[in-house]
């Protein structure tokens, strides 16, 4: 069994850091364009960039065919 994940737990481990960053937003009134999001934007570039090195994510539906899976593999298998 895949364990679910725990929201509540994550989300009180970063509570203090989420307020922190919420409350210093609102009262820079910079919510568009401002620092924060220029350092979140590159923040989560590197960190999609370092994911996109590493990860692989096929498709995987009930609604593929038997044909689209064996041209994924064969394009996997091509790649590789």
């Given at each position: 069994?895949?364990p679910m994940v725990d929201l509540r737990r994550?989300?009180?481990?970063?509570?203090?850091?989420?307020?922190?960053?919420?409350?210093?937003?609102?009262?820079?009134?910079?919510?568009?364009?401002?620092?924060?999001?220029?350092?979140?934007?590159?923040?989560?570039?590197?960190?999609?960039?370092?994911?996109?090195?590493?990860?692989?994510?096929?498709?995987?539906?009930?609604?593929?065919?038997?044909d689209e899976i064996r041209w994924i593999g064969?394009?996997?298998?091509h790649v590789s």
């Amino acid at each position: 069994m895949i364990p679910m994940v725990d929201l509540r737990r994550q989300y009180l481990s970063l509570k203090t850091e989420i307020a922190a960053a919420v409350e210093e937003v609102l009262l820079n009134t910079q919510f568009i364009l401002g620092p924060n999001v220029s350092a979140r934007q590159q923040e989560s570039l590197t960190t999609a960039e370092a994911c996109a090195a590493e990860v692989l994510s096929l498709p995987m539906f009930p609604e593929l065919t038997d044909d689209e899976i064996r041209w994924i593999g064969d394009v996997i298998n091509h790649v590789s």
